[in-house]
């Protein structure tokens, strides 16, 4: 199996990229959102690859890092999902935002994907949610957050039930599980904080979602 290969980038198609090692040049199908954080051509590149068996034929796809590609497999064991609806998926948003749209019960946002009705986003999120650390996630987001990773996520655990309390009760104000979910990770949590506390700052980032 080719877990990844690394060499230099020849050519950016729409969704593939043609990666250039040992005078080989490999094509490999990627998500956009792969394309979009790409190098220069003619720049070396790392791709982590999943090699696809379909009645289609044979392919590489390929992603940034093992964690993306570990993504991807794992919307491949939902019913329904191929590879080529997994791409699309991590297409239309990124691992990152995938993730927390499984962990937050946020179907809907996962069913804005291109080919994803609303029944097989349900079951991505059924069949994935217990497969992902919420913890794990909520973390990765505050140290990506688009604030400029400043937050402060200091006593996880007991940051993580707080944040998650404050997440249920925007949405029990009306807000989406992705809308609550992005503007609680932009408050910079303490293990002291209150949920009432977090509340009122999450409130005041939803203006500027």
Do not use: W
């Not at 400043?150 to 104000?173: D, Y």
């Not at 009122?200 to 939803?206: D, E, G, T, V, Y």
């Amino acid at each position: 199996m080719i877990s990844f290969i690394h060499g230099e980038l020849a050519e950016i198609q729409e969704g593939m990229v043609v990666v250039e090692a040992s005078g080989v040049g490999y094509g490999i199908r990627v998500p956009a959102t792969v394309i979009g954080a790409l190098p220069s051509i003619g720049e070396e590149v790392k791709i982590y690859t999943y090699f696809s068996v379909t009645q289609n034929g044979v392919e590489l796809c390929g992603f940034l890092s093992p964690e993306d590609r570990e993504m991807f497999t794992m919307l491949l064991t939902v019913s329904g999902v191929g590879p080529k609806g997994a791409l699309g998926i991590l297409s239309a948003m990124t691992p990152d935002d995938l993730r927390m749209a499984i962990v937050t019960g946020d179907s809907k946002a996962i069913s804005r994907a291109p080919g994803v009705g609303s029944k097989t986003a349900q079951r991505i999120v059924i069949d994935l949610k217990d497969k992902l650390d919420a913890t794990e996630v909520f973390s990765t987001a505050l140290d990506h957050g688009s604030s400029g990773g400043n937050q402060v996520f200091s006593g996880a655990a007991v940051a993580h039930s707080a944040q998650r309390e404050a997440i249920e009760a925007l949405v029990a104000l009306g807000y989406s599980e992705t809308e609550a979910g992005k503007a609680v990770k932009k408050v910079e949590i303490t293990a002291d904080m209150t949920v009432d506390q977090i509340l009122k700052l999450a409130l005041k980032n939803l203006s500027f979602l």
